[in-house]
Nanobody
Framework: HVQLVESGGASVQAGGSLRLSCAASGSISNYALGWFRQAPGKEREKVARFLPASNSITYGDAVEGRFTLTHESQDNAKNMLYLHMNDLQIEDTAMYYC??????????????RGQGTQVTVS
């Protein structure tokens, strides 16, 4: 059973920074890990994704160069995933979800996701 718990969402002014955290536990070996977001009335959007098999990190076009994904494997059962967000813009306002699973994109129902953490930029 995979459990994902996000934290760190907040309200910030444009140009500011935030760090989101995700504590991932359970059997996630070789799973894709990452973040996606969804704003009201908009489609879900890739933010950042880590693929352990290729040790690669990729970003959505809207956040490339501003957001950074880092990953820490604390032991075989728990991982920490961080999303460092810089130069936040109003368009970054959304609910951010941490997700893990064998399928892509990360938001498919086959995968696991956390409850979400709200980021509001004004």
């Amino acid at each position: 059973h995979v459990q994902l718990v996000e934290s760190g969402g907040a309200s910030v002014q444009a140009g500011g920074s935030l760090r989101l955290s995700c504590a991932a536990s359970g059997s996630i070996s070789n799973y894709a890990l990452g973040w996606f977001r969804q704003a009201p009335g908009k489609e879900r959007e890739k933010v950042a994704r880590f693929l352990p098999a290729s040790n690669s990190i990729t970003y959505g076009d809207a956040v490339e160069g501003r957001f950074t994904l880092t990953h820490e494997s604390q032991d075989n059962a728990k991982n920490m995933l961080y999303l460092h967000m810089n130069d936040l813009q109003i368009e970054d306002t959304a609910m951010y979800y941490c997700a893990a699973g064998p399928a892509l994109p990360l938001w498919v129902t086959r995968n696991s996701r956390g409850q979400g953490t709200q980021v509001t930029v004004s």
